[in-house]
């Protein structure tokens, strides 16, 4: 089969190699569902990106397939029929860890503090960042360890768990505007952050590196807190099932989990997806679940709890595709 204009130029800019074809998405979400993306194209660098992303703006572009930059696909459901566009994953050159400076500063009174500002690709997992800060004895990320998610998705929607979150250690950000076609860097202020929420979320902007400071602690301290907070997701979540991890944002005053268990949803299952028994913030895929069926799933809890409590849940989880 002859490939189009467009699938030639993206093999030219990213190389064969990186181009795939009617891929399933359900290799790349940790819902493990999902239809086919007509491209999936991993870009080895920055250069490559931006190329990419103003190929797909041109009319090279002439059926304007639409875009979609992938993380760790940690909160995205594909629908069943996939995604009639280009799906972009950052390669190996976004997965970078470097320490850029020390600052050791006293305060009157005040003992010594060392801090460290690290840079790190968007494409690195944050587990891995956090795994790294605790080798370098660098106190801020524990929270950050368990959390499925990359750097560039983390930024994205202020990841945090445990009472940590992205804007309390983002001191500044790279990123490509895809509408200018510059590079910038802006400020953590800038960056708007808020409860599960960034200006990433509401300007064409795509993250590529952010620096992040920490301050250094007792080695000991860190990887204990760690452990502590593995133990308690391996205690209170499903982990042994494929899920988006929690499926709604909190709601204020409340807990979605709890709105949920209190509707009497514990367990409730459309097909083969399910409310997880353990967690009721958990919506799971317990085997062979249909992308078609956790979004039921996800509108019948909403609809049952709006009704019985008048609260409106809202999904963490991005909808790709048509449902």
Same mark, same amino acid.
């Given at each position: 089969?002859?490939?189009?204009?467009?699938?030639?130029?993206?093999?030219r800019?990213?190389?064969?190699?990186?181009?795939?074809?009617?891929?399933?998405?359900?290799?790349?979400?940790?819902?493990?569902?999902?239809?086919?993306?007509?491209?999936?194209?991993? =870009?080895?660098?920055?250069?490559?990106?931006?190329?990419?992303?103003?190929?797909?703006?041109?009319?090279?572009?002439?059926e304007?397939?639409?875009?979609?930059?992938l993380?760790?696909?940690?909160?995205?459901?594909?629908?069943?029929?996939?995604?009639?566009?280009?799906?972009?994953r950052?390669?190996?050159?976004?997965?970078q860890?470097?320490?850029?400076?020390?600052?050791?500063?006293?305060?009157?009174?005040?003992?010594?503090v060392e801090?460290?500002?690290l840079r790190?690709?968007?494409?690195?997992?944050?587990?891995?960042?956090?795994?790294?800060?605790?080798?370098?004895?660098l106190?801020?990320?524990?929270?950050?360890?368990?959390?499925?998610?990359? =750097?560039?998705?983390?930024?994205?929607?202020?990841?945090?768990?445990?009472?940590g979150?992205?804007?309390?250690?983002? *001191?500044?950000? *790279?990123?490509?505007?895809?509408?200018?076609?510059?590079?910038?860097?802006?400020?953590?202020?800038?960056?708007?952050?808020?409860?599960?929420?960034?200006?990433?979320?509401?300007?064409?902007? =795509?993250?590529?590196?952010a620096?992040i400071?920490?301050?250094?602690?007792?080695?000991?301290?860190i990887r204990?807190?760690?452990e502590?907070?593995?133990?308690? *997701?391996?205690?209170?979540?499903?982990?042994?099932?494929?899920?988006?991890?929690?499926?709604?944002?909190?709601?204020?005053?409340?807990?979605a989990?709890?709105?949920?268990?209190?509707?009497?949803?514990r367990?409730?299952?459309?097909?083969?997806?399910?409310?997880?028994?353990?967690?009721?913030?958990? =919506?799971?895929?317990?085997?062979?679940?249909?992308?078609s069926?956790?979004?039921?799933?996800i509108?019948?809890?909403?609809?049952?709890?709006?009704?019985?409590?008048?609260?409106?849940?809202?999904p963490?989880?991005?909808?790709?595709?048509?449902?």
């Amino acid at each position: 089969m002859d490939r189009s204009v467009l699938e030639q130029e993206i093999i030219r800019i990213v190389g064969a190699e990186n181009v795939l074809t009617n891929e399933s998405m359900a290799r790349h979400t940790t819902f493990r569902v999902g239809g086919k993306a007509r491209y999936f194209v991993t =870009v080895p660098d920055e250069a490559s990106l931006k190329a990419l992303l103003l190929c797909l703006k041109s009319d090279t572009n002439i059926e304007r397939l639409p875009v979609f930059l992938l993380g760790n696909g940690s909160n995205l459901l594909v629908s069943d029929s996939g995604y009639e566009g280009v799906i972009v994953r950052l390669g190996e050159s976004f997965g970078q860890i470097q320490i850029i400076s020390r600052d050791a500063s006293k305060g009157t009174d005040m003992p010594l503090v060392e801090t460290v500002r690290l840079r790190a690709g968007a494409g690195v997992m944050l587990g891995r960042l956090a795994a790294f800060a605790a080798e370098q004895s660098l106190t801020g990320l524990e929270y950050a360890s368990g959390i499925p998610g990359t =750097v560039g998705g983390a930024l994205v929607m202020n990841a945090g768990a445990y009472g940590g979150e992205m804007k309390q250690v983002v *001191r500044l950000v *790279r990123l490509y505007d895809r509408e200018s076609g510059e590079i910038r860097e802006v400020s953590a202020d800038e960056m708007r952050f808020s409860y599960r929420h960034s200006i990433l979320k509401d300007k064409p902007y =795509v993250a590529l590196s952010a620096e992040i400071e920490l301050r250094v602690g007792d080695p000991d301290a860190i990887r204990g807190k760690m452990e502590e907070l593995k133990e308690q *997701r391996r205690e209170k979540q499903p982990l042994e099932y494929p899920s988006a991890g929690s499926t709604f944002k909190r709601p204020e005053g409340n807990y979605a989990g709890k709105l949920i268990m209190d509707a009497g949803l514990r367990g409730y299952r459309v097909g083969n997806a399910a409310v997880s028994e353990k967690h009721c913030g958990f =919506v799971i895929n317990e085997g062979g679940a249909t992308a078609s069926e956790i979004y039921r799933l996800i509108e019948d809890v909403r609809k049952a709890v709006s009704s019985r409590f008048g609260v409106e849940l809202e999904p963490e989880v991005l909808f790709l595709g048509e449902f």
